[in-house]
């Protein structure tokens, strides 16, 4: 039968009781716990950084050539985003022009 090795000289022995007691203390007292104030300092930053970011795309798409540059739709396009509601269309105004319906004349 093997017996268990002897312990090193330079190996300091830990008993079982004080590996428990370390457990059982790291267990009751974290290292860090993130308090009240940590929260709305990293909610200020998360902020503060999108709104920048926000801004700072804004600017450069609006730097853009005229072909990508962002454009203004209508309220009469969507009128689920008017807030006040005051835009109404007839139905007929909403839909698309038939088909065969005639051709703008060109005009010379």
């Not at 609006?62 to 009128?79: A, D, F, N, V």
Request: aromatic share 8%; glycine share 4%; net charge positive.
């Amino acid at each position: 039968m093997s017996q268990p090795n002897p312990p090193q000289p330079n190996q300091p022995q830990q008993s079982k009781k004080s590996k428990k007691a370390a457990a059982q203390e790291a267990l009751i007292s974290p290292p860090w716990f993130p308090d009240a104030q940590w929260h709305a300092r990293t909610l200020g930053v998360i902020y503060g950084v999108l709104t920048v970011a926000y801004f700072g795309v804004s600017y450069a798409l609006s730097r853009l050539p005229k072909p990508y540059q962002l454009r203004r739709i209508p309220m009469e396009m969507t009128p689920w985003l008017n807030p006040g509601g005051k835009v109404h269309l007839r139905e007929d105004q909403l839909k698309a022009p038939p088909d065969d319906a005639p051709a703008a004349a060109p005009t010379k």
